[in-house]
Each structure stands twice: as structure tokens, then as C-alpha cells.
């Protein structure tokens, strides 16, 4: 405590904490009224908070807190820097996100912050050759040039060029292989001729080198790089090197959207409708959306860009908001987008997950000297080890849910909770040996794979294969060798890779997502196949896609291959109007989570109990689903129950989950739960 500073303004701090609120201090012993009036938002103090040292963000010198009572307040400590690392601008939109997702503000601005800056370390950039922003590839020593474009692409980089200096939004809708990163590249140089940063936010980490290297051969230029697998002081490295200007290109996954930018000219988000540009746990902010609000603050161009642009996104180019660009050539020197074949596999006897024609088609590609693509979206030998004498079968003591086999090494592995233990080799329930592995998996259709291609090289590609580091950027150098081979994998493969040799893409397993619990299933499954599809006939060699399913009649299936993407758009549109369902409406999503089996829906009940007062009193036009249990109700150990909160309007949806969390910080129910608030949720299980 401090009396001697009773009429001194005061400091209102963003702190890393989970209360939803701010923090007021007095200013540090001794600061003179010069140092305080040059106190701008944005900078970093260090201060007290309960017994530790944090590092807070200011948010404000107030001179009149008619509610704070400055004898009871605590000194500040020191001030970390004497300008803001976040210009008033990007501080405004972090502040924004930090209220439209729920998120209490001292946690989000902290997590925004490189981890060194948030331990107090001085923003200065140093280090060795190693520690330069990204352990991006220097280089190479020639450079490509540019190919000629479609009509298409010419129109597009015209439209884009022509809003260089103000904020409008793009869709740029392109088929794969249609040329997309033609026109980025083609569009940065513009910023780059005109002496202005582009951002270019990619969804995953391995997309990252595979952007860099082509941007490196046409625009040798500094690059910043900044995701979650660089160290510390490379990550600090990049975000100063695109704050001070230094950087002509900033390029990362979705956390870089805040990545301050001296003089920004254009933000691209490639593959827009991915789900990665979502966080899924703390602060779960679309990066996808704040691009967009982001280059209004700025006054600049943004381009979403996909070959299957997500259902919000299409909804906005169809009322205006966005200007929907659209690629339906690809360039002359490349052949047309691969045909697909459904390949209906009910009642065929199938040779551990492959139909005999599948296979006779695969060897046909191979001894044309071609690629071969097999896509299993689901990792490990096989998804359940069953009994065959009493029908038991291997479960997560954690989770609800089965544990999956591997082989290599040997063990059963929860994907929920990445709990393992050896495989059982008697039934734990009648003591028979008769354990047979039930189901398809990544390692189990490479194997046989190896079986009926022996003389083949089999490269899988799965998170478990890649987990070394680098891993993945090896298998994808070799791949690149162009020689014969199968690549057998996940939708890591579905991504945006460009290989020019693949000419088959086999999809073993297309029907789940046909009969998903999630609302956008149909829409992800749509989605996964084009993009997955696209892997075929990129180059001079013409390419085709199987698909092996079950429900060959389906009408998404057959609309799908028949007429096309947009087709399935309309109709998935259609759907959701009537159903009230985005982006006719917006949903948050409330979970809770208890280590007891009935406190997470306690704990919703009550929620919802808050909630009803709150429409009624305010007349909202909210409705409220459950509170039920989590499609997957036990998860590492905890029982989990989700609340529904669905409104037309967003703003009517803030007004009530303002009041609401501030509520359920409060209850005596929230100190023996988790709960955490989903604002325009992605992922519904």
C-alpha cells in the first residue's frame, strides 16, 4: 500500500488472469508527471499480482476512477518500455476480440505476445545465424519467373490492385490448381514494388516451407516466419523484424494475425475454410475473422482464398460484403482438374479395406512411372481390438472412446488423451486369444500396401510419422524426387501440397462424414474430398480420384461429382436456413467439464437458469439447447456437458453472454468446474 500517491492518476492494466476485468496500480515510486504523461497504451509494466511478478499491458492513465479507492491500491514496479509494442490500432482490435469471444483480457493480450516479451525481456533483436526468423532455407540461386496468367487471374489481381489503398474484402474462389498462389505472389510484388508489408497466414506449420521456398524463388526478399514450432528468440526475432518494417513479408499460422506491421499494404489467409484458423482451447479467436477486421483497421485489402470456401464465407459474397473473385481455369500449361469415380464397395469382399479394382488401378499408375495417393483420415493399424468369442473391446479407462492399435512400436493409444499401454493378448473378460484388429488405419493400409507393391516405395504421412523434427519436410523432399511411390496418409497430405507426379489419389473411406453429429459435417467431408482431390494430375500428367463407399447414392456424394462444389453449397445453404443454423444465425457454445459425473451439467443448469433471466429481462431473441452431455461425455477422466446459445444477431448474443460469464465467475459451482465459452464455435463434439 502507498498513501503518498492518493492524487496520483492512475495506471489500468490488462494482467494475466482468468477474471474478466482489469487491474488499476499506481504508478511506480518516484515517476514524475513528465515520465506519466508519456505513458501510452500498449506498453509493457512490470507489477504485483497476488504474491507473484507479472508483466501487464497498459491500457489506460486514468485521472478520474470515481469507483477505485488509490489508498488501497499497490506501486507498479517497472516500466518495461518507452514505446508501445502494440500500435493503438492492432491494441483496438485485440481489445475487441478479447470481448466479442468472452476472454478475460489480460490472458488474451498476454497470449498474443511472443513468450520472451511476456517473461519482461527487452524487445531488441540478436542471435546467430540459427536463431534467424524461421529455420526458413536460405535462398536459392536462381529465381523463378513469373508464367503468364489466365484471364482469370489478370481480372483478379486488377480487382485487388485497384483497392491497394483502402480496406475491401476478397474472395478468391478457385478450383485447385487454378493458379491462387500465382496471384499472391504477383499481388505482394505490387506491395513490395510500392515499398509495403504483406501478411500471408497459411493454416498449418507444414504448408509453412513449402510457401516459403516458392516465395523465395520469385520475390527475393526478407521473410518474417513466425508459428509454433520456432524457439523463443526466433519467434521474438520474426515479430520485431515485421514490427520495425524489416520484414517485406510476414508469414505464419493464425496466431501471426496479430503480428504488428510498420507499413501493411495486404493480408491474404490462404485456405480460408480451414478449421486450423480457429483456436480451439483458451482464447479461441478466428484468425480468419480478425484478418478481415484487422485490414479494415489498417485501411488495406484482404483476400480469403480457397478451392472450397466455407459457408459464412460464400453467405457474405452473396450479400455484398465480400467481392467474390472466381478461378475456373487452371493455367495452360497444367491438364484439367482430375475426374472423380465413385467406387461403391457394399457387399465386395474387400482385401483389408482396398477393393480388388482399387488396387489393379494403383499398379497401373505405378508402372507408368507415376505417384499414387491413398487418403485415410484416421491414424494407427486399426481404430478397435475386439474379441471375436465375446465381443470385448479395448477402451480408454479416461475417455469414452475406444483405444486405437499401432503397430510400430506395439501398443493400444488413446488419441483423446494419449494415454497407452501394451495390447492385450488374451480377452481381459473370457480369457480367449482370438483379439482381432477391427477397422482401417494409416499404419495397417501401409502395410498392406508394402504386401501388394513390394518393390515400392511406401511413404506414410500421419502426425506419428512426422512427429521428428523435420520429419515431415523430409518425406516431402523425397516425394518431390518425382520417382514412383505411394504416399498413404491423413489430411496432412490434403493441404495445399503440390505434387506434380501424383496421378491417382485413392480415398479409402469417405463415409463418415456423410453422418456426422456435427452440423458441418457434410460441409467438412465436401470440402476434405476437393482439397484431397486436388493432390491429383497438378502438372503436365493428366490424373483421376477414386472414392470407395458405401453410400455411392448419397446425395452429397453424387451432387458433389456431378455438378460440382457450389452445387453442394446451395443445397448445404438451403439447409441451414431452414434450420436457423449459421450463417443464417450465431451460436456460442458454454462447456463445462468435472472430475464429479453430474457437477458439468450442475453447473449448465444453473447457467441456463441465468440465461432465461437475462432474455427475459432484456427481451433477447436467444434460444437455449440443453445443457446436455459432450457427444463424448468422459475425456481424460473429466465428464463434460455443453449449453447451446443460438440468436440471429450477434449483438444480441453479446449483450447476453456479457452479463452471463460475469455471473458464472461468480457462483460457488464455478470453483469445482471448468467452464470456458465458444463464441462462433467450429467444432462441436
Not at 518393390?455 to 518431390?480: F, G, P, Y
Amino acid at each position: 500500500m502507498a498513501d503518498a500517491h492518493t492524487d496520483s492518476p492512475l495506471l489500468r492494466m490488462a494482467v494475466p488472469s482468468p477474471l474478466r476485468r482489469s487491474f488499476h496500480y499506481l504508478p511506480p515510486a518516484g515517476t514524475t508527471p513528465e515520465e506519466l504523461s508519456c505513458y501510452q497504451p500498449g506498453i509493457r509494466v512490470r507489477v504485483p499480482f497476488g504474491r507473484r511478478e507479472v508483466t501487464g499491458i497498459l491500457l489506460a492513465v486514468e485521472h478520474n476512477a470515481p469507483d477505485v479507492e488509490p489508498s488501497r491500491l499497490r506501486e507498479a514496479l517497472t516500466v518495461l518500455d518507452e514505446e508501445p509494442l502494440l500500435p493503438a490500432h492492432l491494441l483496438k482490435l485485440c481489445l475487441w476480440a478479447a470481448d466479442y469471444y468472452q476472454h478475460p483480457v489480460g490472458e488474451a493480450l498476454h497470449s498474443l505476445l511472443p513468450v520472451a516479451l511476456r517473461q519482461g525481456r527487452t524487445a531488441d533483436y540478436r542471435g546467430h545465424h540459427s536463431d534467424r526468423a524461421g529455420s526458413d532455407p536460405e535462398p536459392p540461386g536462381e529465381t523463378d519467373t513469373a508464367p503468364p496468367l489466365t484471364d482469370e487471374q489478370s481480372d483478379a489481381i486488377r480487382a485487388v490492385t485497384e483497392a491497394e489503398d483502402r480496406f475491401d474484402t476478397f474472395l478468391l474462389d478457385g478450383i485447385t490448381g487454378s493458379g491462387k498462389t500465382e496471384v499472391y505472389l504477383q499481388l505482394i510484388n505490387r506491395m513490395l514494388e510500392s515499398g509495403r508489408q504483406s501478411m500471408v497466414l497459411v493454416p498449418e506449420i507444414s504448408l509453412t516451407p513449402q510457401t516459403i521456398r516458392r516465395f523465395q524463388r520469385r520475390l527475393p526478399c526478407r521473410m518474417a516466419v513466425l508459428h509454433s514450432g520456432l524457439t523463443d528468440r526466433q519467434r521474438l526475432n520474426a515479430w520485431l523484424l515485421a514490427a520495425r518494417g524489416e520484414a517485406d513479408i510476414v508469414i505464419g499460422t493464425r496466431s501471426a494475425v496479430f503480428t504488428p506491421m510498420k507499413s501493411p499494404g495486404l493480408i491474404i489467409v490462404d485456405e480460408e475454410h480451414d478449421g486450423s484458423f480457429k483456436q480451439q482451447d483458451g482464447f479461441r479467436y478466428s484468425a480468419r475473422d480478425l484478418a478481415v477486421l484487422r485490414a479494415r483497421e489498417e485501411g488495406v485489402p484482404v483476400l480469403l482464398g480457397s478451392a472450397t470456401p466455407a459457408l459464412e464465407t460464400l453467405r457474405n459474397a452473396q450479400l455484398g460484403r465480400y467481392r467474390h473473385l472466381r478461378l475456373r481455369q487452371r493455367p495452360a500449361a497444367t491438364t484439367a482438374s482430375a475426374p472423380f469415380r465413385l467406387l461403391d464397395t457394399t457387399g465386395k469382399a474387400l482385401q483389408d479395406g482396398f477393393a480388388p479394382e482399387l488396387l489393379q488401378m494403383i499398379r497401373e499408375h505405378l508402372q507408368r512411372g507415376n505417384q499414387v495417393l491413398v487418403f485415410i483420415n484416421r491414424r494407427g493399424f486399426a481404430p478397435v481390438l475386439q474379441c471375436s468369442d465375446c465381443g470385448w473391446v479395448a477402451e480408454c479407462s479416461h475417455c469414452d472412446a475406444n483405444l486405437t492399435l499401432h503397430r510400430t512400436p506395439p501398443h493400444l493409444r488413446c488419441h483423446h488423451c494419449d494415454r497407452r499401454r501394451p495390447p492385450d493378448r488374451h480377452c481381459p473378460d473370457c480369457q480367449s486369444g482370438s483379439l482381432n484388429a477391427v477397422g482401417l488405419g494409416t499404419e495397417r493400409s501401409e502395410a498392406v500396401l508394402r504386401a501388394c507393391f513390394p518393390d515400392t516405395r511406401i511413404l506414410r504421412v500421419d502426425r506419428d510419422s512426422t512427429r521428428r523434427k523435420n520429419a515431415m519436410q523430409d518425406l516431402l523432399e523425397e516425394i518431390r524426387q518425382d520417382q514412383p511411390c505411394i504416399l498413404v496418409g491423413t489430411q496432412m497430405l490434403a493441404k495445399g501440397h503440390h505434387f506434380p507426379a501424383v496421378t491417382l489419389v485413392a480415398v479409402l473411406d469417405a463415409d463418415s462424414g456423410l453422418f456426422s453429429a456435427d452440423f458441418r459435417g457434410q460441409e467438412h467431408l465436401a470440402q476434405l474430398l476437393l482439397q484431397v482431390a486436388g493432390r491429383a494430375g497438378r502438372a503436365e500428367r493428366p490424373g483421376e480420384v477414386v472414392v470407395q463407399t458405401r453410400h455411392a447414392g448419397h446425395e452429397i456424394l453424387t451432387t458433389l461429382i456431378q455438378d460440382g462444389y457450389t452445387a453442394v453449397t446451395d443445397r448445404l445453404l438451403e439447409d441451414r436456413r431452414d434450420a436457423g443454423m449459421p450463417p443464417f444465425s450465431r451460436l456460442a457454445l458454454l462447456r463445462a467439464e468435472a472430475s464429479e459425473p453430474d457437477a458439468a451439467l450442475n453447473h449448465l443448469t444453473e447457467a441456463r437458469e441465468m440465461a432465461r433471466q437475462l432474455i427475459a429481462e432484456r427481451r433477447l431473441p436467444v434460444t437455449l439447447n440443453g445443457p446436455l452431455p459432450a457427444p463424448m461425455e468422459r475425456r481424460q477422466g473429466r465428464y463434460r456437458a455443453q449449453l447451446l446459445l443460438r440468436s440471429p444477431d450477434r449483438g444480441h448474443l453479446q449483450r447476453l453472454l456479457t452479463p452471463l460469464c460475469r455471473h458464472l465467475e461468480t457462483t460457488t459451482q464455478s470453483r469445482r468446474v471448468r467452464w470456458s465459452v465458444d463464441v462462433d464455435p467450429q467444432d462441436m463434439l
